[in-house]
């Protein structure tokens, strides 16, 4: 863990929006698959965006389909997580997930990822 950082977290009000930026703190990864977890207090770590170390696959959960979006950088390394029309149920520490696994093309299980942010804060006020 903390191979990767996490930036862009904060306090927004409902229907607002944030972005959020993953990139590696160690050059060890070569055009991942990555991801988007989060976890409220008192819950499990819950999948809410990956996209696939090719091109083209995105993957999104049903709770977050249509208001965020997961993107890459033209190096492949850095991803980045549009979140709009936030809700108060989105509140919950942000973390971005890495894995250089080719069996699939992209993962929505925490336990397929080998390298892990420390994670970042967003909070939305009702």
């Known amino acids: 863990q903390g191979q990767l950082v996490e930036s862009g977290g904060g306090m927004v009000q409902a229907g607002g929006s944030l972005r959020l930026s993953c990139a590696p703190s160690?050059?060890?990864?070569?055009?991942?698959?990555m991801g988007w977890f989060r976890q409220a207090p008192g819950k499990e770590r819950e999948f809410v965006a990956a996209?696939?170390?090719?091109?083209?696959?995105?993957y999104y959960a049903d709770s977050v389909k249509g208001r965020f979006t997961i993107s890459r950088d033209n190096a492949g390394i850095t991803i980045y997580l549009q979140m709009n029309s936030l809700k108060p149920e989105d509140t919950a520490v942000y973390y971005c997930a890495a894995t250089n696994s080719r069996i699939k093309f992209y993962y929505t299980k925490a336990h397929e990822y080998d390298y892990w942010g420390q994670g970042t804060q967003v909070t939305v006020s009702s």
């Open positions: 996209i696939s170390w090719s091109a083209g696959s995105e």
């Open positions: 160690v050059r060890t990864l070569s055009r991942p698959a």
